[in-house]
């Protein structure tokens, strides 16, 4: 008997200034492939309601950007399991604070999508992992995080190496 996987995976993706038709076209074709796959997927573009329509996203009004960002934020603390982004080679300051939140403070996995070509530096070492298919990433997904038992295991797998590393570089920061 195979188990349904009960994972809720959220997009990030670099937002301003992109193309609003290419970018829902987007997040449309990765929700259907991770649901496809039996994942839960939370877009932000599809979230916030980006219009398909030709023309850049800009967000200008800031109290509503600041609305996105928070609600953004929550979603990632206490909904998502896991955090994709999309077209990491994509830069952009939103998604870089998400990944810090994700892996920086929470610890939970993150991994990216870039297309072949682009290069990954360090963030071969840093991402669970990177993938140049969406296919893939959710079929990884599923199979390392995909339920919450082995989301539990991976957790205890990771504090385990990591935590007392982290306390230490704790103690070492009070210079």
Request: with cysteine.
């Amino acid at each position: 008997m195979e188990i349904k996987p009960d994972v809720v995976v959220y997009i990030a993706c670099a937002m301003s200034e992109r193309d609003k038709v290419e970018m829902v076209h987007r997040a449309k074709k990765v929700c259907e492939i991770f649901r496809y796959y039996g994942i839960t997927p939370i877009s932000p573009v599809i979230e916030e309601g980006v219009k398909e329509e030709s023309g850049k996203l800009i967000n200008s009004n800031k109290e509503r950007l600041y609305s996105f960002w928070k609600r953004d934020k929550k979603i990632i603390i206490e909904k998502a399991h896991v955090v994709l982004f999309d077209h990491a080679e994509m830069k952009s300051f939103g998604m870089e604070r998400e990944y810090a939140l994700n892996r920086g403070v929470l610890w939970k996995p993150s991994i990216s999508y870039i297309p072949v070509g682009h290069h990954t530096s360090v963030a071969q070492f840093e991402d669970d992992k990177i993938f140049h298919s969406i296919h893939e990433a959710a079929e990884y997904i599923v199979k390392m995080w995909g339920t919450s038992t082995r989301r539990r295991l991976w957790r205890l797998k990771m504090l385990n190496k990591s935590l007392l590393r982290w306390l230490w570089w704790q103690i070492l920061a009070f210079r």
